[in-house]
């Protein structure tokens, strides 16, 4: 159950990853996530009152606001320093993220064994091959570095934040709601500092109706992103669950290449192969 629900945590991520990236070439990237994380919002909400989620209301719920405060930070973090760039070192980059939660799973005393440690290792150098890292000739600026590392901080630390927001299906789904909207909150608040220091709320023309679907898929996925990982960190290992959800941009290198026809470079489809061989190292381990 852990890596089939890791496994699709990767599948939903990395989906969001590749829409949430057409969405911004055409809207501003705050715009993109105050309106698909609105949007989920509203649906979350819904599911709750359906399912009686307000009764499984407790402390934990401060796990999820505390996540919905670190999401957007780390997500700012993460396209201020693709901006400043080169991308082929600071996505690979990104993917230390996984370092928090398998630490935490370590300090709680888990040991995986030698085939499991071994498809953690292949996992994650796959991962990081699969982002298309620079190996020559990539001036990084200091500022990017730590912008991706305070990003892989975030990253890592909602990941653990999310485990802890509930114990139950109906606690999770409220976990979730309570999530997004702190999501929009935080970053409401920075798209109107943002619009006051002159950037454009809007893409030019506005935002069309036939885009809403789009939002939705971005915002939705995401949500559910968090849930799979969620059931799969409580139903097995973490360090398992946490190297089996960062598989993403590799579905994300996968979709640019099936949607948008781009080639991926031979250590990108390299990495790629490597990332599935760890995969199996960990289901099977």
């Known amino acids: ?3 089939l629900f890791a496994l699709a945590t990767s599948l939903l991520w990395g989906l969001a990853d590749f829409g949430g990236g057409l969405l911004t070439r055409r809207a501003p990237a705050l715009t993109v996530v105050v309106v698909s994380q609105s949007i989920a919002a509203v649906v979350l909400g819904a599911v709750v009152v359906a399912t009686g989620g307000w ?3 407790g402390p934990r719920l401060w796990f999820a606001v505390a996540a919905g405060l670190v999401g957007p930070v780390a997500l700012f973090s993460f396209y201020k320093a693709l901006a400043l760039g080169p991308m082929g070192v600071v996505s690979p980059l990104a993917t230390l993220s996984v370092a928090v939660p398998v630490s935490v799973g370590l300090f709680l005393g888990e040991r995986p064994g030698w085939t499991q440690a071994a498809g953690i290792a292949v996992a994650v150098t796959g991962v990081v091959l699969a982002g298309g890292p620079q190996l020559r000739g990539a001036a990084v600026q200091r500022q990017a570095v730590l912008l991706t590392l305070v990003a892989a901080l975030g990253f890592g630390t909602v990941f653990v ?9 109906t606690g999770l ?8 909207v702190t999501n929009v909150l935080t970053g409401g608040a ?4 943002a619009v006051r220091r002159g950037a454009p709320a809007l893409p030019e023309g506005g935002l069309p109706l036939r885009a809403l679907p789009a939002y939705a898929f971005v915002g939705l996925a995401d949500v559910a992103a968090n849930g799979t990982y969620a059931i799969a960190a409580q139903h097995g290992p973490i360090t398992v669950a946490a190297v089996l959800a960062s598989l993403y941009p590799v579905v994300t290198s996968l979709a640019a290449r099936g949607f948008l026809r781009e080639r991926l470079r031979a250590i990108q489809a390299a990495g790629a192969g490597l990332a599935l061989v760890g995969t199996l190292l960990l289901a099977t381990g």
């Open 1 to 3: 159950m852990t890596a």
């Open 55 to 57: 009764s499984e209301a």
């Open 161 to 169: 934040l999310i485990t802890e927001a509930s114990t139950t299906v």
């Open 173 to 180: 789904f409220l976990a979730l709601f309570v999530q997004r």
């Open 190 to 193: 920075a798209l109107y500092v």
